[in-house]
């Protein structure tokens, strides 16, 4: 055999080799492991983003422009600080990964942080200056555990029937904290708050439980403790994402020598499925942040039914937690682009049904809020969902035109448009509410402060929702594009391990 056989033969068994690690199957366990990091994330920022801004402009008694004013800072330091943060984490390895070390180096002080958000002292209510700290702090950690996490998607494996599933398992265990979030956090806290407790009728079932107050001053440690439970929970979640998933697909040790920051800029002036991705993530992020910002202000003053967010909640937590597993087939019978298009409409059409149920005479109507909170839902965590699983095809983009497999960076861009999206979605409702003359501390809202809130909750989230269809169009890569992709990627990477 003479060396020119010699070396395609090399090239081959390395090609078959790079395909049995690096497009391995990815068993249930690990599929459950790596979804518990969502869980823990959307524990720790999906309280933040639904009911931080509430819980400051009423427990917390601090201004709504103010905190607005809070949410927008830190995101522009994000600009800065997410590109430092990928380029860091794409340069080094530990023993144990690139990725996963992460969780635990950076889940500690996360939740920790977090908590203190909700610190029941008597001497810094009403403090921006703490308040602005804690979560300038809080924000700059988080980039920390959610680049790395993001990364390690693309690290578990190529193969895109994994992905999907990969995709579903992590999108119903994000959910399941959902569930806990936006359905039970809300009810957990009104039944430990001790102002005006009563019995109430909970929308479920008739079932009633004792509540009170909890955008009184007095809630103030029933926001606390709860959300401590929340963080103890957080922290075993990321703790077994560490401990149950494996990194197979990294860079190599030439390519992570060769990361720069500035790379950041080259993705994004190359790598057009990134930029239009990135801009649909920011559009998603934005509207569904507007929604979650406001829902809890909707639900106390424009429908009168705070009581009933909890089994709203678990209405709305049913298609994040049932369907997901639906989302391959839907995908296959629907296309890429037909997938994001549907579930888009089908949460505008929700928002619709919720501004039927915000007239007056309709506030009593708990089938309407029933059904406008599932198609708005089932819309919304399909089509934001499903969205992650294109994540990994961009980074294959990414390698196969710069030669680079920058996943924390991609990770560290798709956090910047995400954040951008949640700073939107989490400022802009606040100052809207101001604008329209919204005073936490009153007794009754005005009409047009009620007005601000309907615009905030229900039609900015449906318009965004129409152009964030109109991006989706502009995809580019199709299945096929991604299959000659990855043909590409594992020609290169055999033809690198032949020439050792």
């Not at 995101?75 to 992460?102: C, E, L, S």
């Not at 963080?231 to 560490?242: E, S």
């Not at 801009?279 to 909707?298: D, K, P, Q, R, S």
Request: with cysteine; proline share 4%; aromatic share 14%.
């Amino acid at each position: 055999m003479d060396v020119r056989e010699s070396t395609v033969q090399k090239m081959n068994n390395n090609t078959q080799n790079i395909q049995q690690d690096e497009y391995r199957k990815i068993n249930l366990s690990e599929r459950i492991g790596y979804g518990l990091g969502d869980f823990a994330q959307n524990l720790v920022f999906g309280t933040v983003g639904g009911f931080l801004a509430l819980y400051l402009t009423t427990v917390n008694a601090i201004g709504t422009a103010a905190a607005g004013f809070i949410f927008l800072f830190v995101r522009i330091v994000n600009v800065f600080w997410d590109p430092m943060v990928g380029t860091y984490v794409d340069r080094h390895t530990f023993k144990n990964g690139k990725y996963r070390p992460w969780l635990v180096i950076a889940g500690i002080p996360l939740v920790i942080l977090a908590a203190m958000l909700f610190a029941p002292i008597p001497a810094i209510r009403g403090s921006v200056t703490v308040a602005f700290i804690t979560y300038f702090l809080l924000d700059l950690v988080y980039s920390v555990v959610n680049i790395p996490y993001g990364s390690l998607n693309a690290s578990l494996t190529r193969d895109p029937e994994s992905i999907a599933k990969i995709t579903t398992t992590r999108m119903m265990l994000a959910n399941i904290a959902n569930l806990l979030v936006y359905t039970l956090f809300p009810m957990f806290v009104q039944m430990a708050a001790p102002k005006d407790r009563s019995m109430k009728d909970t929308g479920f079932f008739g079932l009633k439980i004792k509540m009170g107050t909890y955008t009184d001053p007095t809630a103030g440690n029933a926001w606390f403790w709860v959300y401590m439970v929340y963080m103890v929970l957080g922290a075993v979640a990321l703790f077994l994402c560490y401990r149950l998933t494996k990194e197979h697909v990294v860079a190599t040790a030439e390519q992570s020598a060769k990361v720069r920051t500035f790379d950041l800029f080259i993705e994004l002036r190359n790598n057009k499925p990134l930029v239009i991705l990135g801009i649909f993530f920011m559009l998603a992020f934005t509207f569904m942040f507007f929604m979650n910002t406001v829902n809890g202000f909707f639900n106390q003053y424009t429908v009168h039914h705070s009581d009933w967010m909890g089994a709203i909640g678990l209405i709305a937590s049913i298609p994040g937690i049932a369907f997901p597993v639906f989302w391959p087939r839907l995908r296959k019978i629907f296309g890429k682009k037909g997938f994001f298009h549907l579930f888009l409409g089908m949460f505008v059409v929700g928002e619709i049904l919720t501004w039927v149920w915000s007239l007056e005479g309709m506030h009593d109507s708990l089938w309407l809020a029933y059904v406008s909170t599932f198609i708005k839902q089932w819309g919304l965590t399909s089509a934001t969902g499903f969205m992650w699983a294109l994540v990994p095809e961009i980074v294959s983009y990414g390698e196969m035109k710069s030669g680079k497999r920058n996943a924390a960076i991609i990770n560290a861009i798709m956090g910047l448009f995400f954040k951008i999206g949640f700073t939107l979605g989490g400022a802009v409702p606040l100052w809207f509410l101001a604008a329209y003359g919204f005073n936490g501390n009153a007794d009754k809202p005005t009409a047009i402060a009620l007005s601000g809130i309907n615009i905030t909750a229900i039609w900015i989230p449906a318009a965004l929702a129409i152009v964030s269809m109109i991006v989706m169009a502009l995809y580019p890569l199709s299945d096929k594009d991604v299959e000659d992709i990855n043909k590409k990627l594992d020609a290169s990477r055999a033809e690198v391990k032949a020439a050792e």
